[in-house]
């Protein structure tokens, strides 16, 4: 093919993408975009907490088992002594 039609061929689809892209395939509108930013955030937040709850219960088992095993070995060294 000859250098002229492929440049044309590129210029005509690059303006077919242009056109398609403003008018058939239009951006967000405005409401749409805050209509989805509240529902990302209200379900990020339930998130958040559901995740900080599990952590904290899985801190406080961790904790107290790690404090039983210290309990049981002072007492497992005052009784050898």
């Given at each position: 093919?000859?250098?002229?039609?492929l440049?044309?061929?590129?210029?005509l689809?690059?303006?077919?993408?242009?056109?398609?892209?403003?008018?058939?395939?239009?951006?967000?509108?405005?409401?749409?975009?805050?209509?989805?930013?509240?529902?990302?955030?209200?379900?990020?937040?339930?998130?958040?907490?559901?995740?900080?709850?599990?952590?904290?219960?899985?801190?406080?088992?961790?904790?107290?088992?790690?404090?039983?095993w210290?309990?049981?070995?002072?007492?497992?060294?005052?009784?050898?002594?």
């Amino acid at each position: 093919m000859d250098v002229t039609v492929l440049i044309t061929i590129g210029v005509l689809a690059a303006g077919l993408g242009i056109v398609l892209g403003r008018y058939v395939w239009p951006a967000v509108r405005a409401s749409d975009r805050d209509a989805l930013t509240a529902a990302q955030t209200e379900v990020g937040g339930s998130y958040l907490a559901r995740n900080q709850a599990h952590c904290q219960q899985t801190f406080v088992s961790g904790a107290s088992r790690v404090i039983s095993w210290l309990e049981s070995r002072s007492t497992d060294r005052h009784q050898s002594a």
